[in-house]
């Protein structure tokens, strides 16, 4: 394994004003580090987000802490690969990147959605490298438990391409990513939203999950989650780009189940804890709410601490 930092210029991809790109394993990994400090935080995005979208909380926590965003391979500023991939394969990269950062385990992980997944995961297989963790609306396998059938991911379509969209939906689209992203400096903002809503950028959420129900197995099958500090954070509300997509009483629905999920999950763990958010919703939690992540945090390294 060669780590090496590549010029922004010499990118195929219009890199962001933070970062940079470190090679592992032939492919290049924007990564975006800085603060001091250990544990170091490091930041999972989930299906469809990209490490950016991290930036306001990146923030706060590297005032009292190193902070680390990526992106995985075949999301936003890193380079492609086929997708879907296995939590395995996800983690592996993870841990070989976390490496090259010259920061030691263990660290504090914060998994947003499928990224909350990969971060169960990753605990599961290498426990002695995580002190903490905060899951931002996780993906879990006991997710199907806790839903109707109609919103249960093993009875939802197994479709494997991305579907049609009909005319004027990205611009109608673009309203609620705007305002979802109205806080970030101007020098990102508007790049943000287009790496999002590009034709290459907008399917990839789509293709990281359709192997949900086999990241679950691996989870199920996976062993114990090491007994750690643990904070649940979820989003209750509801945004305008959902409603685009679902209907809000389905969304209602869905939320009542992942919260008792969520609830269950903290009360199975020593130390878990759960917190809603009446103000966020899934997608929006580390855009929308930063302060109350990064104070999940605070209080993930206050419990290390003692």
């Not at 919703?281 to 601490?305: E, F, G, K, Q, Y």
């Amino acid at each position: 394994m060669v780590a090496q930092l590549i010029p922004f210029a010499t990118m195929r991809k219009v890199a962001p004003p933070y970062g940079e790109h470190v090679e592992i394993d032939g492919r290049q990994l924007w990564i975006h580090q800085s603060g001091n400090g250990t544990p170091a935080v490091v930041f999972v995005p989930g299906a469809g987000s990209i490490g950016m979208d991290f930036l306001l909380v990146h923030q706060r926590v590297a005032e009292f802490t190193s902070a680390i965003s990526y992106d995985r391979a075949g999301t936003g500023w890193s380079d492609d690969i086929q997708l879907p991939r296995t939590a395995d394969q996800v983690t592996d990269e993870l841990r070989a990147l976390l490496q090259q950062t010259g920061l030691p385990a263990p660290y504090v992980l914060v998994g947003h959605s499928l990224g909350g997944a990969y971060v169960q995961r990753y605990a599961q297989r290498f426990p002695a490298e995580v002190t903490a963790l905060l899951l931002l609306d996780p993906a879990h396998e006991d997710w199907d438990g806790y839903m109707p059938e109609a919103l249960k991911f093993a009875n939802q379509p197994t479709n494997t391409e991305f579907p049609d969209l009909p005319a004027g939906f990205l611009e109608q689209y673009r309203v609620p990513f705007s305002a979802m992203f109205s806080a970030f400096p101007d020098s990102v903002r508007e790049q943000l939203i287009d790496q999002h809503l590009s034709p290459a950028g907008l399917p990839i959420g789509f293709r990281e999950g359709i192997n949900a129900l086999a990241v679950f197995d691996e989870l199920r099958t996976g062993g114990a989650r090491p007994d750690v500090p643990l904070i649940v954070l979820s989003g209750t509300d509801v945004d305008a780009a959902q409603t685009m997509l679902v209907p809000e009483p389905v969304l209602r629905e869905q939320i009542a189940g992942s919260e008792r999920l969520y609830a269950d999950i903290a009360d199975r763990a020593s130390r878990g804890e759960h917190r809603s958010l009446a103000d966020a919703s899934h997608a929006s939690i580390p855009m929308s709410r930063p302060d109350a992540v990064s104070t999940a945090i605070n209080d993930l390294l206050a419990r290390i601490a003692r």
